[in-house]
Structures are given as C-alpha cells and as structure tokens.
C-alpha cells in the first residue's frame, strides 16, 4: 500500500522502430522488424545499434550483420547489447573515448568528475599515461552528445553545490569494466590503488564525531 509498481517491460515492435529511424537509421520495414525482434526489443542495445549503425555503418539497417557474434555465457539481452560494445570497443581503440569507458567500468554508480581526474592525473600507465586534459574533456562530449552513451543530467547537488558526474548504463560499466580487468590487469589494478588512495584521504578527520 506504500508504493506504486510499475512493471517495465521491453519496447513494442513498432517502437523499437521508431527509435531506429529516430537515430538516423534507414532501410525497408521488413528488415528494421527484423532487427528489432533480433535484438529482444530491448532499449538500450537498440539504441546502441541504432548510434553504431549511423555513425559507423552509413545508417544501413542491413549492415547490422557485421557486427561480430559474441560467444559466452551471456543471457539472450546481453549478448545482444555486449556485440555492440565490443563493436565500439574496436572503433575506439587507441583513443580517450575508450579510456574513459574503461575508467566508467570501475564504478557502480554515478562518479563525481573530480574522482575522474585523479585518474587522470594519476598518469596509470596503458589507461591515462597518453592523454591530454583537453582530450578527457573532448571525450567525454563526444560519449555524451556523438554516441549518447554517458547520460546527460550531469548535476547533483551535494552540501549546497553542483557536481558535475558521470554515468551510463550499468551493463556498458559491466562490460567495460570486466574488458579492462581481463586485458589489462595492471591497469585495473593500478587505478583501484589510486580510488583508494583517492577515497581515503576525502575525510577532514580520521574517525568521525558521531555514529
């Protein structure tokens, strides 16, 4: 009696389309029915198809094909979403947009900016050791407004002031956190130790006053 239940359930057919088409994808309406039923009708791999497809794909619904099968124990929806994001994973190589999905994967929730760039500053050798400040800025506009894969309510507000804080959706964190621990250990590592240092000295006094 104390709560509203709504029950979320996947896109219909035509609406799947419509998010497609609304990304600046094109082609017959048998194949975009098709796409969308591949997909499960699932939101957020089609929109991720959709951006793929129109920024990488010239827009065609038809070259959804050469997006590489993923084999692994993955349920039916995330198999789905994670063959896009290795997609991405191999468009971005080599450029900040990647080393920030990767730095995302260290999370589980929204971060404040500030915990991004001690990252950054941290220079952690095959992650944040080649790139610029601008670069982490520009990066981070192009995920945001390009490819729509960071959220775009960036304000929070904490003791009376805004932060700006970066997101996406928890199965984009899943893969790009488990993609930078099993082939970058080092790394993964290395950017753990300098969360904790990060986090441990945040607190002005040792223990606090009160429970």
């Known amino acids: ?8 359930e996947n896109l219909t057919v035509d609406d799947g389309i419509q998010l497609l088409q609304s990304l600046g994808v094109e082609g017959q309406e048998q194949n975009f029915q098709a796409a969308v039923k591949e997909y499960g009708c699932h939101a957020l791999a089609l929109h991720l198809l959709g951006n793929a497809l129109h920024t990488y794909l010239d827009g065609d619904i038809r070259k959804r094909d050469t997006l590489t099968e993923l084999i692994g124990e993955y349920d039916k929806i995330e198999r789905h979403a994670f063959k896009v994001m290795q997609a991405y994973e191999d468009w971005f190589a080599g450029t900040p947009e990647l080393s920030l ?15 991004f760039e001690a990252l950054w500053q941290a220079q952690i050798v095959g992650l944040t050791d080649t790139i610029q400040e601008a670069e982490w800025f520009n990066a ?8 729509h894969i960071l959220t775009d309510s960036s304000d929070s507000e904490q003791e009376g002031r ?3 804080v970066l997101d996406c959706h928890p199965l984009i964190r899943e893969y790009f956190g488990a993609q ?3 082939n970058n250990p080092e790394a993964w590592q290395a950017a753990h130790e300098c969360l904790y240092a990060y986090y441990k000295a945040v607190p002005d006094k040792e223990f606090p006053d009160t429970l």
């Open 162 to 164: 805004s932060e700006q």
């Open 140 to 147: 981070i506009d192009s995920l945001r407004h390009d490819h």
């Open 1 to 8: 009696p104390h709560v509203i239940s709504q029950l979320l």
């Open 101 to 115: 999905l990767y730095l995302l994967g260290l999370f589980d929730r929204p971060v404040e900016l500030e915990v």
């Open 180 to 182: 930078l621990k099993q």
